[in-house]
């Protein structure tokens, strides 16, 4: 089992920024990617970024990209999300997910953080 823990949520200004954090623990070994995920009010989940170990490569959804940053610490036990240049449309709660190797779908998930920005 993989353990998430997500922090760094919180109210903000738009134009403002955020750092949320996701810390790992258990079987982190077994994790092939880790990426963030979020759900604003009356919509589906949406995928934001995501950081894929074996490929050193990160990926983004179009409405972040050039605004947030998904990084990660130097033993993959915890990975960032900087979010720049917030918009009232990025409030939703955020979630970190990761995948195991050999696996499509995330199997483990955090709590969530709520980001809510203000116009």
């Known amino acids: 089992q993989v353990h998430l823990v997500e922090s760094g949520g919180g109210l903000v200004q738009a134009g403002g920024s955020l750092r949320l954090s996701c810390a790992a623990s258990g079987r982190t070994s077994i994790t092939a990617a880790m990426s963030w995920f979020r759900r604003a009010p009356g919509k589906e989940r949406e995928f934001v970024a995501s950081?894929?170990?074996?490929?050193?490569?990160?990926y983004y959804a179009e409405p972040v990209k050039g605004r947030f940053t998904i990084s990660t610490d130097n033993v993959r036990n915890t990975i960032y999300l900087q979010m720049n240049n917030l918009k009232p449309e990025d409030t939703a709660t955020y979630y970190c997910?990761?995948?195991?190797?050999?696996?499509?779908?995330?199997?483990?998930w955090g709590q969530g953080t709520q980001v809510t920005v203000s116009s």
């Open positions: 950081i894929v170990w074996n490929e050193d490569r990160t």
């Open positions: 997910a990761a995948r195991a190797t050999n696996r499509v779908e995330y199997d483990y």
